[in-house]
């Protein structure tokens, strides 16, 4: 198949001038293996942002913003094997599968799917530095068509839309492969920060699917709509006093699990929740990645820290049964055309949504 199609393009890092509107972008076409989707949604995420500023450079040391980054000195990504542009950008897809590649299997044409973003070598699928991400090391959703093999997709047997299909890849993947690198199980008590966002929702959902005690931390605005997705307590985004206030929500002061994705300068309080022997967990920093720790509470209080980016293989068809049994809920936000996506990003990183924001090519 061959043929033009409607993209935003990211052509360099920078700002959102950098995300470019073409009406007639190269169509791609599945090589051997891969296969064609015609998207039907794309969820927005922090890495679409922060990739494109350039915010993984080690010379940033604030907030997820818009603004470029510094100068750069090294790659402004994350991934092991780097980033190129122009690049169109997106990694949740839903869409429809139109045409595949020699070796990939045709009985996928015509199947509703979504994307498992970490694009693993096959030959060393667990070789981590030979992973690469969709819509980011190589191209991604923000455009009418798209590729990824044939094995990063499955076809999902669902009555929700594409929309709220596409608020679950890479959030509850990421959610998912935290609790379990947290090895969260019935019992335990888990602390989300950022509980208002994409990964952060997700986890209040997947820790109380484990039979964890939930407490969420957002701002006093998002609770009504947090309270359906089961969390045991929410507290304020930033509480004066946080062991006061899990003491007064959940008749304890301290946790046995930190699932952080804010870090920035209200880090010390939720490692001093911890309680002896508990477990900090990682997949963000977008209040700011420079934090301060002291060392005698990490050791003496005998924590362990895990960072989580790459998960395991089998956490996105884990993922996938949880929608098909109807165990997680989609919490779609809003939904912008992709033509709009300087408009949609702009309301993303105001943060005044709960869940996810998706476009619509």
């Known amino acids: 198949m061959t043929g033009t199609m409607k993209a935003m393009v990211t052509m360099g890092h920078g700002g959102m001038d950098q995300m470019v ?3 007639a972008w190269p169509r ?3 090589g051997p293996g891969e296969v064609l989707i015609r998207v039907g949604a794309c969820g927005l995420n922090n890495t679409d942002v922060n990739t494109r500023a350039g915010w993984y450079a080690k010379e940033v040391r604030g907030p997820t913003t818009s603004d470029p980054a510094p100068e750069l000195h090294g790659d402004g990504t994350w991934g092991a094997s780097g980033l190129g542009f122009p690049r169109i950008q997106g990694a ?5 599968v139109e045409a595949v590649g020699e070796g990939a ?9 979504i994307t498992d973003n970490w694009v693993r070598d096959p030959a060393a699928p667990m070789d981590m530095d030979r992973a690469r991400y969709f819509g ?3 191209d991604g959703g923000f ?6 093999p044939a094995r990063n997709v499955a076809a999902v047997d669902s009555a929700l839309s594409d929309a709220e299909l596409a608020t679950f890849s890479c959030s509850y993947t990421t959610a998912e492969g935290m609790l379990t690198r947290a090895g969260v199980v019935a019992g335990d008590v888990v602390l989300v920060t950022g509980a208002s966002g994409g990964v952060g929702s997700a986890l209040v959902q997947l820790a109380k699917r484990r039979g964890a005690v939930v407490v969420g931390m957002a701002s006093g605005d998002k609770h009504a709509a947090l309270a359906p997705l089961g969390a045991d307590a929410l507290l304020p985004r930033a509480p004066g006093d946080l062991r006061a206030a899990l003491q007064q929500a959940i008749g304890r002061d301290s946790v046995t699990v930190v699932a952080d994705i804010v870090g920035g300068p209200g880090f ?3 490692i001093e929740a911890l309680a002896r022997g508990g477990r900090y967990t990682c997949s963000g920093a977008i209040a700011g990645p420079i934090v301060e720790l002291d060392l005698r509470t990490f050791y003496l209080n005998d924590l362990t820290f895990t960072g989580s980016t790459i998960v395991p293989p089998h956490v996105f068809g884990d993922v996938v049964g949880y929608i098909e049994r109807g165990e997680i809920r989609p919490l779609l936000a809003a ?3 992709l033509r709009e996506l300087h408009a949609a990003q702009t309301a993303f990183l105001e943060k005044h949504h709960v869940g996810k924001i998706a476009v619509l090519p």
């Open 105 to 113: 299997d045709a009985a996928l044409i015509g199947r509703r799917v």
């Open 21 to 23: 509107w073409h009406e």
């Open 268 to 270: 010390p309080q939720v």
């Open 136 to 138: 980011s090391e190589m």
């Open 92 to 96: 949740d897809v839903c869409g429809v």
């Open 28 to 30: 791609p076409a599945p």
């Open 143 to 148: 455009a009418e068509y798209t590729v990824i």
């Open 335 to 337: 939904t912008w055309p």
